[in-house]
């Protein structure tokens, strides 16, 4: 097996496209180890882990570039490195449109030079506020897609923030939409009236592409960050993006997802919604009398259109109740369907129940089990389940040499920039477990829309052609879950 490392020096990529070629150069035939990532100590480290020499790179600094490949023979190692290239070449190409945008070091230059009225921030934890904040007082709204920063932190940032009449949005704000633009994981929607203020990345799509279904045109979507609506930030973004909603005079209908949020920030909350001209829903998630397929309905209504009920395709396949592993990639996806079905059996375990979850412990636990793979403490040094699919190609694999469980549960979530087949990269993991597994139910909590780029259609249809029971609603999905397992 030959080994071969590159250090390339000044060379910057997104973090989210190196893991993407990553996970691309990882499925190539006669590979046994690859990583394309910045040379940070923490991918140094990884690099060590996956049993790379990294004395040799010694003198990397975080803004060079580190390739690592382990390969069976010198033709497949060139392949590799040609390919590696090649998607290098293309992710700049379509980023900067012609290649030839000025390179800045500093984000409020970057601002102040092509006056840019957002900033977007993808960085490792410490770096996210002195850009943050950078980026702010040069006057620009920023999405911070980063996790990592303080309570506190968030406090400050978006303090400053409101004192120039600006929007902080997250941080780890993974999906938005504004002037019609998507940013980060998001569907292709129908334009319209609908604008929604979230603290759930996935809520939003799976709300959002319910109400496309069912022709309901969607605005802006806002993401606030998952803790904007606790006591310690007091709804700062959330009550901004009101403001700015309830302004904007193409605004028909305002949606707000959060989890419950703290007594304070519900006080301010309502005094903010009782001034507003717009009608607002809420979506408040985690109990058992709200899910995103009532909201969905109820906001439909509210804009005199049908909801016509989702739609459902079972496989027919017997089953015998059983434990439960539930695969999620959205993590407000996963806690709707431990909310449904913990109403109706014995509590559901989750990432909490594991000092180290690793593909071997979660698929080796032999209770009721629902997972959020997209969890901070699973996305190390990896990219976003939605992008890369293998830690639950992993398990499915596991699960699939063992006897339980008798019900896999798992989401597919489309949209830009998602897996380009996230199906089919665990299509053959879920066949082998289903020829495996006799008396066993694959069910499916399916979300997109018909435009997307994977294809909705063909999506679905795989899924169905393999003996998976499929859902357009999280919700219906996990009721028949529920259901199951109580057989």
Partial sequence: MLSRIELRRGVYHDSVVLMRVTSQLSQMDGLDGCLVAMATPLNIGLLGDLGF????????????????????????????????????????????????????????????????????????GPHVVPETVDALLEGANVMVFSDGVTMDEERRLKALAAERDLLVLGPDCGTARLCGIALGFC?????????????????????????????????????????????????ASTLRALEMLDADQNTTHIVVISKQPGPEATRKLEQVVANLKTPVTFALLGNKETDLTKVAREVTAACNMTFSEPRIEISGRAASGGQLVGLFSGGTLAGEATTIINASIDSVANLETFETPTPMTIASFDQHLLVDLGDDRMTVGRAHPMIDATVRREIIQILAERPAPRVLFIDIVLGFGADPDPVGAIRSSLEKFIASHEETRVVVSFVGTSRDPQGYEAQWRKLAEIGCDVYESNANAATAVAALIKQ
Avoid: W, Y
């Fill in 53 to 124: 020499d990294v004395e040799q790179i010694d003198s990397a600094s975080t803004s060079d570039l580190v390739v690592a490949i382990r390969a069976e023979s010198d033709d497949i190692m060139e392949e590799a490195f040609k390919q590696l290239d090649s998607e290098l070449a293309s992710s700049r190409d379509t980023a900067t449109g012609a290649g030839d945008t000025p390179v800045h070091h500093l984000l409020g230059n970057a601002v102040r030079d092509s006056n840019a009225n957002l900033a977007i921030i993808s960085l490792p």
């Fill in 187 to 235: 569907n292709d929607l129908g334009q319209g009236g609908v604008g929604i203020i979230a603290a759930s990345g996935t809520g939003a799509q799976h709300l959002t592409c319910l109400l496309d279904a069912r022709n309901v045109g969607i605005g802006d979507i806002i993401g606030v960050g998952g803790r904007d609506m606790t006591d310690e930030i007091g709804g």
